[in-house]
């Protein structure tokens, strides 16, 4: 274990600011989602909103990512590019958010109702919004990336639901994508320990069916279930504390558009 991936104050600084610019443009973009709108206008809307806050999308160019936003719909699991698809009514959608601002990254997302979702979008939506809760809940320092992984999957199966293993969370700072990854599946007392000052995201995607996902052979980045069940995902930027940690990207503005209120806050 390196002692690398422990900030210091100023970087802590950085983060804290960079973090709250994105959770003020994920607030801001759940505000406007409605039937009718293209993944597109999201695009425009957290490209314009982020540079407003004198930030920069990081996703815009990141690995040849064509946009500035994620926008995954339905049984998009991540990594959905924003495109002339509407949304339509009953639909579910993940807007993932990250800001660089002044040299540091801050990572969240949410997954939000357009309209009036099924009773089974609404669970795994759910599900996704307390299973990354409950991963919050294990961080402090001493635990272990382990039990994280092992909270979080104990919690999804629990429910009937499947966890991604594909993908997971990640160490953020002046990178987008830093150690450690953050696995949302695993074994309690395993893994490297948290120490106080790192920085990372927990980022749990939940699927209807199986966990099982695809990789579009023709973008090369959106991820779809398997099966083509549902997906949802929330994700938070979080500072590791001695007691516990802080949510870097914990959203304190209230949303004025009440329908995407219930899939907001964690
Ligand atoms: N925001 C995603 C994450 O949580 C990463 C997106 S990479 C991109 O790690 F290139 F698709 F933007
Ligand atoms: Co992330
Ligand atoms: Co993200």
Redesign the pocket.
Known sequence: MSRTNVKSPKEIEGMRVACAKAAETLVAVGEILKAGMTTDDINRFVHDDTLARGGVP??LN??G?PKS??TSVNEIV??GIPSAQVLNDGDIVNV???TIYKGFHG?T?ATFYIGNPSPIARRVTECARRSLAIGIEEVREGATLGDIGAAIQQYVEGEGFGVVRD?V??GIGRR??EDPQVKHYGKRGTGERLRAGMIF?I?PMVNQGTYAVEIDPADK?TVRTADRGLSAQF?HTILVTKKGCEVLTARNAVLRNSENVAALFV
């Open positions: 990081a996703p990141y690995r990512f936003v994620c991540c990594h993932d958010v990250t990572d997302s993908f969370g990640h987008f994508h995201t980022e980045w994700e």
